[in-house]
């Protein structure tokens, strides 16, 4: 007989029940048999956050479950985090998808997550458990389960004109998020870079939002979210490396992120999801400490040498050579970070005169590097794709 597991197991254990089944409360009231096929995730941060995803199938009786349409792949995930902290995942998703809906602006559908079910469990400091959160002083950690659509990798992607799409596709809808929904994803990588195809053609998909935040509580000061340093350690901007930065995450620290992944697909891969021989590029982005990750990064930024892009990806080198110069000359533009006032004025008496102007100037724009890292910026570019235009879904704001 199939062993059968409850959900608070399958965190404490996830390898173990891969090839059983688990069950799920939904919020209807139902107990759904969901079989484990594949375990796809299992991280737990430094910040006490845990996140486990697996493959499942439904296998309740019940016959118009739109679970179980016949071999359906679906997506369990469980995310344990402390419940005061907290910005539940599918409240960001439900949200931005209810903006959508209420605006007309159903494009962006396409591009976000969809939730069949979530439900959430909380855990007092005995670790018992309490599906009530009316008193959320008396819970230390919540388990937030959800069931969602299953969505395809990039390194699926064979076609490159359609891994442009999506490329593309990510930048606009994560672009729609920051001003339409007011929500900034704050950790773009690899794995977050998902799609779907409906009726043949890609759409891609901006998954993952445990560690979004709420613009509206970034810009409060007083917010808990401000000073939090989040992201993926190869591809996060060398501001949020380094360990000087006091200014919190701008949405343009997630262009760099995006610039970065497109760099590792196009110089790490030999073809789509085939890593490419050793010494691999960029290798101690991912095997060094913040500091080296921050240390090479900055290297790479001020070196003016080829890229090394695979040949199978030579396609992408027009994009990435002209990113990297919006990117090389907004750092290097910039007022300096982490001195003092006098240090500041030490180091402007090496430079010229006409260069004083970006050691004092107080309304410097630290959201966009002086306006080199913007959407507008990299829509000129990923707009189109060996001479031959994508799909434009939305214009937004040229000010970000």
Request: with cysteine; charged share 25%.
């Given at each position: 007989?199939?062993?059968?597991?409850?959900?608070?197991?399958?965190?404490?254990?996830?390898?173990?029940?891969?090839?059983?089944?688990?069950?799920?409360?939904?919020?209807?009231?139902?107990?759904?048999?969901?079989?484990?096929?594949?375990?796809?995730?299992?991280?737990?941060?430094?910040?006490?956050?845990c996140?486990?995803?697996?493959?499942?199938?439904?296998?309740?009786?019940?016959?118009?479950c739109?679970?179980?349409?016949?071999?359906?792949?679906?997506?369990?995930?469980?995310?344990v985090?402390?419940?005061?902290?907290?910005?539940?995942?599918?409240?960001?998703?439900?949200?931005?998808?209810?903006?959508?809906?209420?605006?007309?602006e159903?494009w962006a559908?396409?591009?976000?997550?969809?939730i069949?079910?979530?439900?959430?469990?909380?855990?007092?400091?005995?670790?018992?458990?309490?599906?009530?959160?009316?008193?959320?002083?008396?819970?230390?950690?919540?388990?937030?389960?959800?069931?969602?659509?299953?969505l395809?990798?990039?390194?699926?992607?064979?076609?490159?004109?359609?891994?442009?799409?999506?490329?593309?596709?990510?930048?606009?809808?994560?672009?729609?998020?920051?001003?339409?929904?007011?929500?900034l994803h704050?950790?773009?990588?690899?794995?977050?870079?998902?799609?779907?195809?409906?009726d043949?053609?890609?759409?891609?998909?901006?998954?993952?939002f445990?560690?979004?935040?709420?613009?509206?509580?970034?810009?409060?000061?007083?917010?808990s979210?401000?000073?939090?340093?989040?992201?993926?350690?190869?591809?996060?901007?060398?501001?949020?490396?380094?360990?000087?930065?006091?200014?919190?995450?701008?949405?343009?620290?997630?262009l760099?992120?995006?610039?970065?992944?497109?760099?590792?697909?196009?110089?790490?891969?030999?073809?789509?999801?085939?890593?490419?021989?050793?010494?691999?590029?960029?290798?101690?982005?991912?095997?060094g400490?913040?500091?080296?990750?921050?240390?090479?990064?900055?290297?790479?930024?001020?070196?003016a040498?080829?890229?090394?892009?695979?040949?199978?990806?030579?396609?992408?080198?027009?994009?990435?050579?002209?990113?990297?110069?919006?990117?090389?000359?907004?750092?290097?533009?910039?007022?300096?970070?982490?001195?003092?006032?006098?240090?500041?004025?030490?180091?402007?008496?090496?430079?010229?005169?006409?260069?004083?102007?970006?050691?004092?100037?107080?309304?410097?724009?630290?959201e966009?590097?002086?306006?080199?890292?913007?959407?507008?910026?990299?829509?000129?570019?990923?707009?189109?794709?060996?001479?031959?235009?994508?799909?434009?879904?939305?214009?937004?704001?040229d000010?970000?």
């Open positions: 007989m199939t062993p059968v597991y409850q959900l608070h197991e399958l965190v404490e254990d996830p390898i173990s029940v891969v090839g059983a089944r688990c069950n799920f409360e939904s919020s209807d009231g139902h107990t759904k048999p969901l079989a484990v096929h594949k375990l796809l995730h299992d991280v737990a941060s430094d910040c006490g956050h996140s486990i995803v697996v493959e499942v199938t439904c296998e309740c009786t019940v016959a118009d739109k679970w179980h349409t016949e071999g359906q792949k679906l997506i369990l995930k469980l995310s985090s402390e419940a005061e902290n907290r910005v539940p995942e599918q409240m960001l998703i439900q949200d931005a998808r209810s903006v959508a809906e209420e605006n007309g159903d559908l396409n591009h976000l997550p969809n069949h079910d979530t439900v959430s469990v909380f855990y007092d400091e005995d670790g018992d458990a309490d599906t009530c959160e009316d008193d959320l002083e008396k819970h230390e950690t919540v388990m937030c389960a959800t069931v969602l659509e299953k395809h990798p990039i390194s699926d992607l064979k076609d490159l004109k359609e891994l442009a799409q999506v490329f593309y596709d990510i930048l606009q809808i994560h672009q729609w998020l920051y001003e339409r929904a007011g929500i704050r950790d773009l990588s690899i794995g977050n870079l998902m799609y779907r195809r409906i043949g053609q890609v759409y891609g998909v901006l998954n993952d445990d560690l979004s935040s709420y613009v509206c509580d970034m810009n409060d000061a007083s917010s979210e401000a000073g939090t340093r989040n992201g993926t350690t190869p591809f996060m901007s060398p501001d949020l490396l380094n360990p000087f930065w006091e200014r919190g995450h701008f949405c343009r620290h997630d760099e992120s995006l610039f970065f992944i497109m760099l590792c697909v196009s110089c790490r891969y030999k073809q789509p999801g085939v890593a490419s021989p050793e010494p691999r590029a960029f290798a101690k982005w991912f095997s400490s913040d500091d080296e990750a921050l240390l090479y990064k900055s290297v790479f930024l001020q070196n040498h080829r890229l090394p892009v695979q040949p199978y990806f030579a396609d992408f080198h027009p994009w990435l050579t002209a990113i990297r110069k919006f990117v090389f000359h907004g750092y290097r533009n910039r007022p300096p970070v982490g001195l003092t006032t006098e240090e500041v004025m030490e180091l402007a008496e090496q430079y010229d005169e006409e260069d004083h102007f970006m050691f004092n100037n107080p309304d410097y724009d630290w966009t590097l002086g306006g080199y890292v913007t959407y507008a910026q990299f829509r000129t570019v990923m707009r189109s794709f060996r001479n031959e235009p994508l799909e434009t879904r939305w214009m937004g704001d000010d970000h």
